[in-house]
């Protein structure tokens, strides 16, 4: 069985909002991980091993770690 799970790193509600519903009609089972602060979503990554095949949406520009960061240190 396929992996389903989404990261999502995301400080702007809203953004979170619209990918939260767009995956909910994309497909109901699809478990969504979310962070608004680039710095808790940094540290998850470190002590917390994601599925296979999970997919990382993570914003650029946010607060804390930057999306760059947090990438540079995956």
């Given at each position: 069985m396929p992996n389903k799970t989404v990261m999502l790193i995301e400080d702007n509600e809203?953004?979170?909002?619209?990918?939260?519903?767009?995956l909910?009609?994309?497909d109901p089972e699809i478990t969504l991980i979310h962070f608004s602060d680039g710095q808790q979503g940094g540290d998850y990554l470190k002590?917390?091993?994601?599925?296979?095949?999970?997919?990382l949406l993570?914003?650029?520009?946010?607060?804390?770690?930057?999306g760059w960061d947090i990438l540079y240190e995956r």
């Open positions: 809203a953004d979170a909002f619209l990918v939260r519903m767009f909910t009609k994309l002590t917390n091993p994601l599925p296979e095949q999970t997919i993570i914003d650029l520009n946010i607060p804390g770690n930057s």
